[in-house]
């Protein structure tokens, strides 16, 4: 079973920038649906971005612009590279992660999932 770790939460100051970066522990990487989600206390868990087996890409519109969703097979990587950050997007950011035999489907719906890395961004 695919194991999934995120990196690269922290703070930072309104109209900065993060990188979070999701390491799979599989050398199927390439079997798999990724895509990012984020939770703040008291709400249910929200879909940010998703990136198919073939690189096509999904995006909240509270993130469409700002965010690039990318990964690495190679690497057995996924990344978010968020911009102009706002004080909306403080959450924790979980990597999830889906066995699809289409390679080019986003999915809506995941079932592997990472513990997360806090995004605190200050106004």
């Known amino acids: 079973q695919i194991q999934l770790v995120e990196s690269g939460g922290g703070l930072v100051q309104a109209g900065g920038s993060l990188r979070l970066s999701c390491a799979a522990s599989t050398g199927a990487f390439i079997n798999y649906a990724m895509g990012w989600f984020r939770q703040v206390p008291g709400k249910e868990r929200e879909f940010v971005s998703g990136i198919s087996r073939s690189g096509s890409t999904n995006y909240a519109d509270s993130v469409k612009g700002r965010c690039t969703i990318s990964r690495d097979n190679a690497k057995n990587m996924m990344y978010l590279q968020m911009n102009s950050l706002q004080p909306e997007d403080t959450a924790v950011y979980y990597c999830?992660?889906?066995?699809?035999?289409?390679?080019?489907?986003?999915?809506?719906?995941?079932?592997?999932w990472g513990q997360g890395t806090q995004v605190t961004v200050s106004s």
């Open positions: 999830a992660a889906r066995f699809t035999l289409n390679r080019d489907i986003v999915p809506g719906d995941y079932y592997l």
